[in-house]
């Protein structure tokens, strides 16, 4: 019911109302008011509620009296502003939705989430792969002496521009050889070559996990660089009573995006093109002990911009 029309009845109850107890010198009433009873006030309260009728009612002389004149407009404006509607902690949107507010005191469209949120997970690019190789070793060799005849290289893959994600943890970066040789052993009859080869395998240490104790792998936040030292040197070498004939050494490499769990090798991948190391060295039987020149072709240099499959 309108707050007027409540107003207006209760002020019309009091009025038809007449003194039902004690003479009218026991009660001095002021100019204007009339005297309630108590069932009277029950129906105004009812009627206007205990705020307005707690403010239409005074005492006068011992009595209790009501304004024949409604409350004033600013009476009004308190008894509507009075308490929040609907609650602060239930607000509708434009649209009619309920929502809940956040801890901030804003209304959001879902009830807060606790916890940080989920970080989102960076797109991996294309990364570049970089070879670089030359030969390092010695440029003579007798079947007496002893000789290094190898290779240096590396093989480094850095991620593509921009990303945060470390490169160990981006990428699946590995590398594979294949070789065969001849070479004159001791136990070698009438010096005649004994030939050895190796179908394609992942190469050592070069794969994941990328072990870099040893120096064979190098980490840093941008890149994965393998170390390597292919041929007969360093730690193998050819020695006094062997000859190395010929050489041939391939290599190349693959890349993909980092896969869950344990390396595999059967995921698509992106590969290389292949990268040849070729020794030749003419050995004289008649003269065994003579030296001879080492002919060594280093594979070169090369960048590939690798193209990651979906």
Do not use: C
Request: glycine share 8%; proline share 6%; charged share 25%.
């Amino acid at each position: 019911m309108p707050l007027r029309k409540r107003q207006e009845e209760a002020e019309g109850a009091a009025r038809s109302l007449r003194r039902t107890a004690g003479p009218r010198e026991d009660r001095q009433v002021s100019a204007g008011f009339e005297p309630v009873t108590p069932a009277t006030a029950t129906v105004m309260q009812r009627s206007v509620g205990n705020d307005l009728l707690g403010r239409m009612i005074s005492r006068d002389a011992g009595g209790t009296v009501v304004p024949h004149a409604a409350p004033s407009k600013r009476t009004q404006d308190e008894v509507v502003e009075r308490g929040d509607s609907p609650p602060t902690n239930q607000q509708k949107t434009e649209a009619g939705a309920v929502t809940r507010t956040t801890r901030s005191g804003k209304a959001g469209a879902t009830p807060s989430v606790k916890g940080k949120e989920k970080k989102v997970e960076e797109e991996i690019g294309n990364p570049t792969l970089v070879f670089t190789s030359e030969y390092e070793g010695d440029q003579e060799q007798s079947l007496n002496g002893s000789a290094d005849i190898g290779f240096a290289q590396t093989a480094t893959l850095q991620r593509a521009n921009g990303m945060e994600t470390p490169a160990a943890e981006a990428y699946d970066f590995w590398q594979e050889v294949s070789d065969e040789s001849r070479q004159i052993v001791p136990a070698s009859a009438n010096y005649k070559p004994k030939k050895s080869s190796r179908a394609w395998v992942v190469d050592g240490p070069f794969r994941p996990p990328y072990n870099d104790e040893d120096g064979n792998v190098v980490k840093t936040a941008d890149r994965i660089t393998f170390v390597d030292n292919p041929g007969f040197s360093t730690s193998t070498r050819m020695t006094a009573g062997y000859f190395l004939v010929d050489y041939t050494v391939r290599f190349r490499w693959k890349v993909r995006k980092k896969q869950a769990g344990r390396f595999t090798k059967g995921e698509p991948y992106w590969e290389s093109n292949e990268m040849v190391h070729r020794v030749t060295s003419a050995f004289d039987a008649e003269n065994p002990e003579e030296a001879v020149a080492v002919n060594h072709h280093a594979a070169g240099n090369r960048t590939w911009n690798v193209q990651l499959p979906n």
